[in-house]
């Protein structure tokens, strides 16, 4: 091919994944011309209203329609996503053809004071829009009350120092570090002032596909394939063919309160799951090496079915 269109969101987060995936590009294929157009999705409308409950904004798919109708019109080559907003199941006629190396998985808490997830005070009210962080937060402080934000990061930053109530919110580690933070002395410095930042790594199962950059094309484009499985990165397309797996078998395209670690081992691949039930019962936890991808899904799903 002798030139390529990338389709993406506008957020800034969106931006800086399809200039990943434009470098990935170009050092692969140096003489190829690449393009990108950038769409409004559905999610992106409702992002101010606030008042809007995840369920009743239609979980999943929200931010990535408008990008797959695109891919199946032929406006555009390839649509960029991150992995983590895609709904369980491919819509027909697409793939996920490629993945980029899986930037870290971790959920960070950040906050106004430096406080870890442990010693926050009594009762403090905390903001984020995933029933999974919520459910995990409370299954470990069961005081600690949640309220449910919307919207991209930036604007969940700027909340959290407007709202005097709120002492911290949950974020992916990967947004922050892809929009240019170094958390690394776990602080973070923004427009909108100065917080603290805990990793959560050791407190709460991360997302399914939490961190990586998904590369979709259309099934019936062999020569867009060919490219962009020449930007595959190999490991971390292996990681999340068992996290989508685990997905699919719990049929779980919407909020499901589930969350996942994979990791690659010389021979096999391990996983631990965690998944949310009603309200008041106790999560349930599941813990599995196979030889394969499709192979750890399945136990680690059997053991969760089990309990
Ligand atoms: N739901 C929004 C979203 N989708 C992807 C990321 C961050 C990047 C990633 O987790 O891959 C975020 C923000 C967040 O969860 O803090």
Redesign the pocket.
């Known amino acids: 091919m002798k030139s390529i269109i990338l389709g993406t969101r506008a957020s800034a ?1 969106a931006v800086a994944q399809v200039e990943l995936t434009t470098k990935a590009l170009a050092a692969a294929f140096p003489a190829m011309q690449i393009e990108r157009r950038e769409f409004v999705t559905r999610g992106d409308k409702k992002l101010d209203l606030s008042l809007l409950r995840a369920n009743e904004a239609g979980g999943k798919g929200l ?1 990535t329609k408008e990008l797959e109708d695109a891919l199946l019109n032929g406006s555009i080559d390839v649509a960029v996503h ?4 895609l709904p369980g199941h491919n819509p027909p006629g697409l793939d996920i053809t490629a993945v980029l190396e899986r ?1 870290p ?1 971790a ?1 960070v808490l950040i906050t106004k004071q430096p406080q870890t997830l442990l010693d926050l005070p009594q009762g403090v009210l905390l903001g984020t ?2 029933v999974r962080r919520a459910r995990q937060l409370q299954w470990r402080r069961p005081d600690v009350r949640v309220e449910e934000w919307r919207g ?2 930036q604007t969940r930053l700027r909340k959290l120092a407007e709202r005097d109530d709120v002492t911290g919110i ?3 580690q ?3 570090e ?1 929009l240019g933070h170094d958390l690394s002395a776990g602080r973070l410095e923004t427009e909108h002032g100065k917080f603290y930042v805990t990793s959560l790594a050791e407190d709460l199962l ?2 399914i ?5 998904a590369l979709q094309s259309r099934a019936d484009r062999a020569e867009v394939a060919a490219v962009l499985q020449k930007i595959d990165h190999r490991e971390t397309h292996l990681a999340i063919r068992a996290e989508r797996e685990l997905q699919r078998l719990l049929a779980g395209d919407c909020a499901l309160p589930v969350g996942v670690r994979t990791k690659l081992l010389p021979g096999g691949i391990a996983m631990r799951a965690i998944l949310f039930g009603p309200p008041d019962a106790p999560p349930k936890q599941a813990e599995a090496e196979a030889a394969t991808p499709e192979a750890v899904a399945a136990e680690v799903f059997a053991q969760l079915e089990q309990h």
């Open positions: 987060l931010f991150s992995l983590k907003d930037a998985t959920d829009s995933s991209n990061v949950i974020l992916a990967a947004g922050l892809r991360p997302a596909g939490q961190g990586a950059i």
